[in-house]
């Protein structure tokens, strides 16, 4: 069974709109820690923001937050006033207690038009 | 600056060749990651490294092999056993005591199977 699940393959934002990236997982355990990351074509993986399991509050980076909804095992990514920089491949991904191993979901594809 | 180093970024290999993708990190992490990169499958484990001189199988260890002698190097080799070699390998560390943060990634190397 998939751990992550992303469904959007591909997504289109005008620029300096706000956009938001689906993402669920499927855990048993209560403790974990959820990603995301961004890919450009230049292939590295860049982190963006993390959530904690526990955290009451959704995590917030900038330009970025995480609507963290825990009854529904979702993790969104929301980007705000998108820029042209932001076009890349965008992975939601999972770690559970031992910490030995993420899990990632298959990637949105954002572009972001002027 | 800290980071981690990833070469050759492009490699080719021969059907039947073992080939050696080297990752190197002055993070003073601990913990070293290989993953593998298909299109539309996001990233699967292939090997980790919590200490020198110990490594364990990911879940598509199978025709990759690793060692892992100095705190700063886990190269790993692509041997003629894995017969679908061409994908994109990313090279990760992580510092275990710092449980909130996620990965470091190198920028890749891309192998291909001519």
């Known amino acids: 069974a998939q751990k992550i699940t992303q469904t959007q393959p591909g997504m289109f934002v005008q620029e300096k709109e706000a956009v938001t990236l689906d993402c669920t997982y499927d855990?048993?355990?209560?403790?974990?820690?959820l990603f995301w990351y961004k890919q450009p074509s230049s292939g590295e993986m860049i982190f963006l923001i993390y959530?904690?399991?526990?955290?009451?509050q959704n995590a917030t980076e900038g330009r970025y937050s995480l609507n963290f909804q825990k009854a529904r095992k979702s993790a969104n990514l929301v980007i705000s006033a998108s820029q042209l920089g932001d076009s890349a491949m965008y992975f939601c991904?999972?770690?559970?207690?031992?910490?030995?191993?993420?899990?990632f979901g298959t990637g949105t594809s954002l572009t972001v038009i002027p | 600056d800290g980071g981690i180093t990833q070469s050759p970024k492009y490699l080719f290999r021969k059907e039947g060749q073992n080939v050696t993708l080297s990752c190197e990190q002055n993070?003073?992490?601990?913990?070293m990651y290989w993953y593998r990169q298909d299109p539309g499958q996001g990233l699967r484990l292939i090997y980790y490294?919590?200490?020198?001189?110990?490594?364990q199988k990911g879940d598509i260890a199978e025709g990759y092999s690793v060692s892992r002698e100095k705190k700063e190097s886990f190269p790993l080799t692509v041997t003629s056993a894995q017969k679908n070699p061409t994908a994109f390998y990313l090279c990760?560390?992580?510092?275990?005591?710092?449980?909130?943060?996620?990965?470091?990634f190198g920028s890749g190397t891309r192998l291909t199977v001519v």
């Open positions: 990760a560390s992580r510092d275990p005591r710092g449980p909130n943060y996620g990965y470091t």
């Open positions: 855990t048993s355990d209560p403790s974990y820690g």
């Open positions: 959530q904690g399991s526990y955290d009451q």
């Open positions: 991904a999972m770690r559970e207690p031992t910490g030995n191993q993420f899990y």
């Open positions: 993070l003073n992490h601990d913990a």
């Open positions: 490294s919590q200490i020198v001189n110990d490594f």
